[in-house]
Nanobody
Framework: VQLVESGGGLVQAGGSLRLSCAAS????????MGWFRQAPGKEREFVAA????????SYVESVKGRFTISRDNAKNTVTLQMNSLKVEDTAVYYC??????????????????WGQGTQVTVSS
């Protein structure tokens, strides 16, 4: 599976950004998808995940109520809508894929495929 993220950029605190991840190479609907982020000097952390069918989503506590993950299996895309952005959301955001498992995936070692990342910078 090849993954390509887009939509990152610079935004002021309180603003919004929409990240997209385009997948190719395999049947997209057979994969659970996740978003992770890595800030400078920090480990990569889980942000959100969505099951292969889109019926189940999960979020890290710090983004609940502000971020929404969704997917369009007809267009082979997964999206992360980020609202009410905070300075601490600044990071490189990565899209990841793993074969559908029927269970939640919250750690990077559970994902097999990764995009190149897109920078999100939130200014105060």
């Amino acid at each position: 599976v090849q993954l390509v993220e887009s939509g990152g950029g610079l935004v002021q605190a309180g603003g919004s950004l929409r990240l997209s991840c385009a997948a190719s190479g395999q049947t997209f609907s057979n994969y659970d998808m996740g978003w992770f982020r890595q800030a400078p000097g920090k480990e990569r952390e889980f942000v959100a995940a969505i099951s292969s069918s889109g019926s189940r989503t999960s979020y890290v506590e710090s983004v609940k109520g502000r971020f929404t993950i969704s997917r369009d299996n007809a267009k082979n895309t997964v999206t992360l809508q980020m609202n009410s952005l905070k300075v601490e959301d600044t990071a490189v955001y990565y899209c990841a894929a793993a074969p559908a498992s029927g269970r939640g995936r919250y750690t990077d070692r559970e994902y097999n495929y990764w995009g190149q990342g897109t920078q999100v910078t939130v200014s105060s």
